[in-house]
């Protein structure tokens, strides 16, 4: 199915721009994918500090036995889209990249994938995780449909983040964000303040950012002007030591909200 | 001696296209060409900006690396120059920015508090796409003559290329991956900044000079230090999922 650009993009931000949990917006965006990109499964995961991935939500064909053929041997379309930083596509499965990740196509192969695409999800530039596709014809990915999974690797960095803040409340804060507007996330000025509160509390990027988006929300100012505060040396945002310890070691961080 | 204009327009494009059929960094090139057009072409400042897989502009070049100079490219998300010559395809002139206020009242209010009166922006072309957007700040009302901007649009055509080069077909959906990786490595290079900017006390310019120097000592990419910087922010490196590269480079920069 090959839908306009369009209806991609409107059913793809759409599909970020609800209520509710992380896992359940992260399973809108997946179900969006399938829709609208013509695919049979899609999953989102985030990498974990043990090296290790976490699944936050996965549909179709994509099974926990396909995810743990990456986990277990520690490569497969996701991984590289993380390592890399960059867009993984192996558009045949069974053909010219069947030797990429033996452990996974050979999981793919039982699941009827054909083709399988990951793009990195990134915070500050950082990758976090990967949103992955997966479809049961082999093929490149053109036109909407490969506009639109990059829209959606974009738009899962939202989820993503509102899962750590779910999880780390205490820590962060927990305001509730325009989903479906990723502008913020993507700024010269939010990327260089991140950097700095990242050096500053010696703080993963993504947990920088809910601070930043925190402070925000608590001051009733945008994320960009806080940004500026903090480059300009006007502010510092606090080590304050609410549940802080907490984040010394990422290993398994966001486990509470069900796993696999 | 003092280099001839013509010599200097020649020695600009042949360093750069050296760059594009050697060995070149994306986002170092597209810094050194934003520096060329400030110079060749008399203008303040310049920028270039890049279009997602949305059509969101995002920012890959710039004369100043300080974030309130980057401020006025951002804007131009919303509204501006920049943002028209990407959707029209076609080069935006202003020779006086205050006859603009109601077109873009958000952009030319930012504009005129920075000290800039004209603007010109350039699409950056590829066969039928437009992947972005040149954008030329002067300080003085006036046009660019039309040696100029066809001088300014050679040079976004170099863009253009550097950014699209590792691909072997030129229609948007082989170029699409290429774009989104530059903007991303842009990404990590801007958080790198603040990393050093904090560490070191240092400005903005500062870091990113600090950042492509070492990138060229160490003949690497500008993303690469910069990821390594990041995972490497004291006083506890963070970096999901794993350690970053035994491989030559900097335990902290500079």
């Known amino acids: ?26 399973k809108q965006l997946c179900l969006a994918c399938v829709d609208l990109l013509g695919m049979q499964g899609a999953g989102l995961w985030l990498v974990t500090g043990d090296s290790t991935g976490h699944s936050l939500s996965r549909c179709g064909v994509v099974t926990a036995s396909l995810e743990w053929s990456q986990f277990s041997a520690g490569k ?20 010219a990249d069947s030797a990429r990740w033996p452990a996974f196509t050979a999981a793919a192969a039982a699941g009827g994938v054909r083709a399988v695409f990951a793009m990195p999800v990134t915070v500050a530039g950082v990758p976090m995780g990967a949103l992955y596709l997966c479809r049961s014809r082999p093929g490149r990915l ?17 989820p993503l983040l509102d899962l750590i803040a779910e999880t780390r409340s205490v820590a962060v804060g927990s305001p509730p964000s325009t989903r479906s507007d990723i502008g913020w996330l993507t700024r010269s000025e939010v990327y260089q303040a991140v950097g700095m509160i990242t050096a500053q509390l010696g703080v993963h990027p993504a947990e920088a950012m809910l601070r930043l988006r925190g402070h925000a929300f608590a001051h009733d100012l945008t994320v960009s002007q806080v ?34 | 001696m003092i280099k001839s204009r013509e010599q200097d327009i020649i020695d600009s494009f042949s360093s750069l296209t050296d760059r594009v059929v050697g060995n070149m960094d994306v986002l170092e090139l597209t810094a050194e060409l934003a520096q060329d057009c400030a110079r060749l072409l008399d203008v303040a400042a310049a920028g270039l900006l890049l279009a997602d ?23 131009q998300r919303d509204e501006g120059p920049c943002l028209d010559c990407y959707h029209t395809g076609e080069a935006v002139n202003v020779a006086d920015l205050s006859t603009q206020t109601a077109r873009w009242p958000r952009f030319t209010a930012a504009a005129a508090d920075q000290g800039f009166a004209s603007v010109h922006a350039i699409p950056m ?74 560490i070191h006390g240092i400005t903005m310019q500062e870091a990113f000079t600090a950042l492509r120097d070492t990138a060229r000592k160490y003949n690497r990419q500008l993303a690469d230090i910069a990821r390594e910087v990041i995972a490497n922010a004291p006083p506890t490196s963070r970096q999901l999922g794993k350690s970053s590269p035994a491989s030559p480079g900097p335990k902290n920069v500079p």
């Open chain 1, 1 to 26: 199915m090959a839908e306009g650009w369009d209806v991609v993009r409107d059913g793809l931000t759409a599909a970020v721009g609800g209520s509710g949990t992380a896992r359940a917006v992260a």
């Open chain 2, 53 to 75: 897989a949305g059509g969101v502009l995002h920012l890959l070049a710039a004369t100043s690396e300080e974030a309130r100079n980057l401020e006025l490219f951002m804007l």
């Open chain 1, 76 to 95: 497969g379309p996701c991984w590289e889209a993380v390592e890399t930083a960059s867009f993984v596509t192996a558009p045949d499965l069974t053909g």
């Open chain 1, 227 to 260: 940004a500026f505060q903090i480059i300009e040396r006007q502010l510092q945002l606090d080590d304050d030591g609410t549940g802080t310890d907490g984040w010394h070691d990422l290993d398994g961080w966001p486990e509470s909200g069900g796993g696999l």
């Open chain 1, 142 to 158: 053109t036109g909407p449909a490969q506009s639109g999974a990059f829209l959606a690797g974009e738009l899962a960095a939202l």
């Open chain 2, 125 to 198: 072309l590829l066969r039928g796409d437009t992947l972005g957007a040149l954008g030329l700040f002067g300080t003085t009302p006036g046009a660019l003559g039309e040696t100029d901007l066809a001088l300014a649009q050679g040079l976004a055509h170099v863009a253009s290329i550097a950014i699209v080069q590792s691909t072997t077909r030129a229609d948007r959906d082989e170029v699409l991956p290429a774009l989104q990786a530059a903007i991303t490595s842009r990404a990590v290079v801007e958080t790198a900044k603040g990393v050093l900017a904090h």
